[in-house]
């Protein structure tokens, strides 16, 4: 299992939102992090085939993705970082609509649902309208939709965001258990949701991958303490 970019560049205009970008994903968690604008989304965006690409690849075990059109799409599973919700649908009534979309089989959409709706700890709110959702609760709702089909690619971007605490951690908990045969993406500019939890992490600044590494190399490799020693290094002046 192996998702492969080479070269990519994607341009808006005359902004170059990522530039030249490289790297090789296999099963395990990816921290992606960088500041605003540094082209995280427009990454992931690329993957999702939302946004066209300008120059470069992605291939996935070593067909481009371009080529396998939906049986790709198949293969993952995004959580945008801004994503639009039925207000008029119960929790559950949305993720059973987003499987219908997934083309999940209904008795299976029935099973997962349930058990997701546990995994984001909202089962007695399922019933509600999700237009009476605090945002945490929303973005706990779409990353139980990112999670339908069992993706073998899983795109969370900044999924954290709006989370309290008590909650953030224990998405980053399940985020790790599940990283067992996967490619997760996570893009954040909180370095504690990744730093326990990523294989690597890719630092990334004005579209471009300045450094990568396992979090214990980036750290050892600045003589720092933690991650934010290493964020701060690397991406402190931007
Ligand atoms: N649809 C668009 N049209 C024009 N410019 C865009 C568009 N999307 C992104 N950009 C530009 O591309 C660059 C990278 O944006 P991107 O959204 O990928 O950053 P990001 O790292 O995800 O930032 P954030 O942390 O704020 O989510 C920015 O300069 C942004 O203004
Ligand atoms: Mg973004």
Partial sequence: MELRMEHLTKKYGEKIALRDFSYTFTPGIYGILGANGAGKSTLMNLITDNVKRNEGQILWNGTDILKLGKGFRALLG???????????????????????????????????????????????????????????????????????GDPQILILDEPTAGLDPKERLRLRQYISDLAQNRIVFLTTHIVSDIESIARDVLLMKNGQLVKHGTPESLIAECNGKDLEDVYMTYLGGS
């Fill in 78 to 148: 995004y959580m945008p970082q801004q994503q639009g919700m039925y207000n008029d649908f119960s929790a559950r009534a949305f993720l059973r609509y987003m499987a219908e979309v997934k083309e999940i089989p209904k008795k299976q959409a029935r099973e997962q649902i349930e058990e997701l709706l546990d995994v984001v700890n909202l089962k007695a709110d399922a019933h509600k309208k999700v237009g009476g959702f605090s945002g945490g609760m929303r973005q706990r709702v779409l990353l139980a939709q990112a999670l339908l």
